[in-house]
């Protein structure tokens, strides 16, 4: 009996045969993962007798097989050819079959993910990835689905901005530029905007960071909780709190000063409510780098005669520059991607973000959005890669090989006491916004008729169920992928060199700086046409909320492996541990914390997202920020803040069973991955 040489393409023969005869190679529109009785007229069987094409796949399958028995020397060169030539085919008669109102199918996904293995396994075995099949096959995996899921739905945005029915035309985006005669104003307010959050949320979380890391009060505690409240909140719950304080009926401005007026709709309220919203994210970047700061540094200064006051200013201030600057850099983006805040408290101060979102919905022109989303997408990008630049290329190095000495210097009294007092006063008015969106879901009507009523919670257990049920099922399967997908790519780059390694790292962290709208048309765009047909599914959704949270995962992972000895991982192997034992008992139970906050901060994330699904939800899968949207679009503020309230709670019970599991110290690292991702 022949022996089998090549288990992996002997596998991959039989798993691509079985696909070939059993498993549905294309689906019908919305069943992605329908395997019924009816289905199997769609394997690549049945389909050969239209599409011969499939007899190559069939083909493939045996010459795998054949290789699987061959002689080593000749494995190399057959399994990367054949691997290249399967997930060709595989492509192509997927998008010959996948006609609408059929799409790809289980058996594509199939055959795709057993060529990408066969050709891992020979770039594994000819030395083009120094790694084995898994890694290699990782890898490859990885490199696909970003690709499909990052780069192609942005492709899809620039294609829609520069093509119409007559062809290639890039003077389409010029000409739709100048039908848009509101462009200048509405860039313009979206830098300034941009531009001032970012100063004011950097100087909020320098006085933060200073007064939790520097002070010598017990209240620093209370401080870093601050740091919780941008995570467990919707994008847009600060907007509406600021509405009840400020707005028409606002408690501040109609109860307490009489006064009748929307001033608070427009540049100011964005300002107040971005600012409220992303100073605690200035704050994480700015705390960690103060507390890395060397006490040596200052306590030389100090020794040199120079004062307190002195030291501050030209010892410990200027070593906080780069963390100034990734947190200015930071709030910039976030600024330009809020999607919530805008939509509830812009009126008629238009920004980009929101332009798209009414391209799409009320002028039904998907080439201005796009090409709005094309402007969009250029400011936040040349921002993260300011970022990048400023944080590769100047060295603030404070941490080197030896043990810092010392302890840190304590802020000078009267910077003390004034840092103390600002946190103070700026904690009481945050929390105020906060308990107001928990009191505007027990009143009847906001400023109208403020009686006590449990209606807006009846109305929400009554009506508003199945979106919530929906919103935590699709988070909590997308939370374990999320975190899976994001610990498995830190893992690759971090403990593997391989070409692409670099390209493959910025486009998974790409994610971060695209703004959700552009997400958000971009797979409108991609996906709501053969062969990759989503639209309208749960898929889509979960799919979103895996890319656009992926980055969680990487902080998380690439954190908690930096902190781990490669030794470990090579003592194994030279005890003749497999990888796979490898990974499972001594990788995976040293990144645990890391696992579990990524898990923890990816359902977090999805449960609060909406400024990329709002354009993906349909009648069928409904998620609770939409609903909350709409809510405060009607002006149904009670209805809205009991929603916002029972989320709120939901995200604080998740963090704090995160803090329980994991502990004090990964929990700090889990929110700071959370909250910067």
């Not at 200073?210 to 002070?215: C, F, M």
């Not at 600060?238 to 408690?251: A, D, K, N, P, T």
């Not at 970022?387 to 910077?415: D, H, I």
């Not at 609060?608 to 909350?628: D, G, M, R």
Request: include cysteine; glycine fraction near 10%; hydrophobic fraction near 55%.
């Amino acid at each position: 009996m022949t022996a089998v040489r090549s288990p992996a393409c002997m596998i991959g023969g039989l798993g691509l045969l079985l696909t070939w005869v059993l498993v549905p190679f294309v689906s019908r529109e919305g069943g992605l993962f329908s395997l019924g009785r009816g289905d199997q007229a769609l394997t690549a069987l049945h389909l050969s007798a239209s599409f011969p094409g499939f007899w190559l796949l069939m083909g493939l399958a045996v010459l795998w097989m054949v290789l699987g028995l061959a002689r080593p020397d000749r494995l190399e060169r057959g399994a990367i050819w054949g691997g290249v030539i399967g997930c060709l085919l595989v492509l192509w008669l997927t998008r010959t079959a996948g006609v609408k109102p059929y799409a790809f199918g289980p058996g594509a996904l199939l055959a795709l993910g057993t060529c990408l293995l066969v050709l891992a396994f020979g770039l594994s075995r000819a030395g083009y990835i120094r790694a084995d099949t898994f890694v290699a096959a990782s890898i490859l995996a990885l490199g696909f689905f970003i690709f499909l899921f990052i780069l192609y739905p942005l492709f899809s945005v620039l294609r829609q901005s520069v093509m119409d029915e007559r062809g290639l035309r890039p003077e389409l985006l010029l000409e739709t530029l100048g039908r848009y005669t509101a462009l200048m104003r509405v860039v313009r307010n979206s830098l300034g905007l941009a531009l001032f959050v970012g100063v004011t949320s950097t100087l909020i979380g320098l006085a933060f960071a200073l007064a939790a890391a520097r002070s010598r009060s017990s209240l620093t505690v209370i401080l870093r909780a601050f740091s919780l409240l941008p995570i467990i909140t919707p994008p847009f719950v600060v907007g509406l709190s600021i509405i009840l304080l400020f707005g028409l009926q606002g408690f501040v401005t109609s109860r307490l000063l009489g006064l009748q007026t929307r001033g608070i709709f427009g540049f100011p309220g964005l300002a107040l409510a971005q600012t409220l919203s992303f100073a605690p994210v200035a704050f994480l970047v700015i705390a960690s780098v103060v507390e890395s700061v060397n006490p040596a540094l200052e306590e030389a200064s100090l020794t040199l005669r120079a004062g307190p006051w002195e030291t501050f200013w030209k010892v410990t201030l200027p070593l906080l520059r780069p963390g100034l600057a990734n947190a200015f850099l930071l709030t910039i983006i976030e600024s330009l991607a809020d999607f919530g805040n805008p939509i509830v408290l812009g009126g008629e101060f238009e920004v980009l973000s929101t332009e798209i979102y009414f391209s799409i919905i009320g002028r039904f022109d998907q080439t201005l959005a796009a090409t709005l989303g094309l402007i969009l997408l250029s400011f936040s990008l040349t921002t993260f890669l300011l970022q990048r630049y400023w944080l590769g290329e100047r060295s603030y190095v404070t941490v080197t090989g030896k043990p810092p000495s010392g302890t840190a210097m304590p802020l000078p009294r009267g910077l003390e006491i004034g840092l103390l007092t600002f946190c103070g006063l700026w904690c009481l008015f945050t929390l105020t916004v906060y308990a107001f969106v928990a009191f505007g879901g027990f009143v009847e009507i906001w400023g109208i008729n403020n009686a006590f009523t449990l209606r807006h919670y009846h109305q929400l257990l009554r009506d508003g169920m199945d979106a919530l049920q929906t919103t935590l099922l699709l988070a909590a399967i997308s939370a374990p992928l999320t975190a899976a997908v994001g610990i498995l790519l830190a893992y690759v780059v971090v403990r593997h060199d391989f070409a692409g390694r670099g390209a493959l790292e910025f486009t998974s962290m790409l994610s971060f700086a695209v703004p959700g709208t552009v997400i958000g048309i971009g797979y409108i765009l991609a996906f709501n046409q053969s062969p990759f047909l989503l639209t309208g599914t749960a898929s889509i959704i979960v799919i979103s909320f895996i890319f656009r949270n992926m980055p969680v995962g990487i902080r998380s992972g690439v954190a908690a492996l930096a902190q781990i000895d490669r030794a470990l991982e090579e003592a194994s192997v030279t005890l003749r541990a497999s990888f796979a034992t490898t990974i499972r008992r001594v990788v995976l139970p040293l990144i645990r914390p890391a696992i579990i906050s990524a898990l923890v901060f990816s359902f977090v994330r999805a449960v609060t997202a909406i400024s990329a699904v709002v354009f993906l939800v349909s009648a069928k899968w409904q998620l609770s920020t939409k609903v909350i949207l709409d809510q405060a679009e009607n002006g149904r503020y009670g209805l809205a803040t009991a929603y916002s309230t029972v989320l709120i709670v939901i995200m604080a019970v998740a963090i704090a069973g995160m803090y329980l599991a994991v502990g004090k110290r990964a929990a700090v690292g889990g929110l700071e991955g959370g909250g910067l991702a």
